[in-house]
């Protein structure tokens, strides 16, 4: 079942509607969850997001469609001095951890029926979007902004989907896009937004069974869980998915969200300095994390309450403490965008700043592959 989050009008799980006729953004309910197997229970499942079937939507296997995402590993690094984990997620299959999500609402979308979509995108939705459309035989469109970095703009072109590059915010690119899908006469095309998708959601919450799994076996369940957050589709994925883990009896305490935002486009940020329960819309200028400059999130009061439930915080970053956080991850062999260095920035602040101790467990969340970062990157001689 569908439920609207604003209006609790409930629909069919396969309801061809992206938003409620109230506007407000739509929330999955999953009525056949069982529970999550512990995790000598799940050695023999596939490597990949389907080993959690029990708490993910309802799928018949044909329809699963899948290129192996998640299962991505956690390294050490020293950082500032502390011992750190990166979960590397930015090996997902597309080069970002948007896959995670894309495979359940592609999955969700085919099992419908739908045989074409549209979405729009900074660039790494755009990528993963075309990618699993691709593999599901579906036509495919993207909506981007014109300023789109070159090297994603050429995968989403080799997946075989179509670009509309448009002029403007990011704001103006999601406008575009959902008056295109209202405009189609056929009623045919389905807008897979995965900033909308409730489904893309409920596979965003496998970053939370993955590090439970991998952190359970050796006792060493993270403290602190620090993610990058524009829309926040890492923060409250993860949050849901360590609240079914507890809830399960699976882990006694959600770890401490650290959501983490570019100080040049900081609405969750700002509302949560304020002590505000909302989060407004704010003016952003230009950052280097480009997938994560969203100045008004769909679900940020939702995020700003599971930073606050989870006894965690929000923090804004520099552009320069990104930069160096990316030179540094750099010079360790780990080379991501700029938007997934603000995990390192944040975690670089807390422990100069003795938020984080030196016996704490921290595990940053790094979700995009540096190979493909915008121009910013390549011209601003960072590297
Ligand atoms: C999309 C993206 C994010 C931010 O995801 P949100 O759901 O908008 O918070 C972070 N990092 C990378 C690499 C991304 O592509
Ligand atoms: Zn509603």
Redesign the pocket.
Known sequence: MICCARCGLEYPSDTKIWRCTCKGELEYQNQHKDNIPPPEGLALRPHSIWRYREVLPRLEDEDIVTLGEGCTPCVTAKWHGFPVWFKLDFLCPTG???DRGVSVMISHLKQMGVRSIVEDSSG??GASVAAYAARAGMECTIFVPSDTSPAKLAQIRAYGAKIKAIDGTRQDVAEACQKAVEEDGSGETFYASHNWNPFFLEGMKTLAYEIWEECARSEMIPDWVVV????????LGAYRGFLDLVNQGRLSQIPKLIIVQAENCAPIYHAYLRGEARVAPVRGTGTAAE??A?SNPIRGTEVLRAARKSDGLVMAVSEEEINSAAVKLAKDGIFV?P??AVVGAALGRLIDSGVILENDIALGIL??IGLKAGTLTHSSGIF
């Open positions: 970002s951890y948007k790494n939705a990058p957050a524009g829309y926040g589709s890492c923060a997938g994560i969203c965008e938007t997934s979700t995009g």
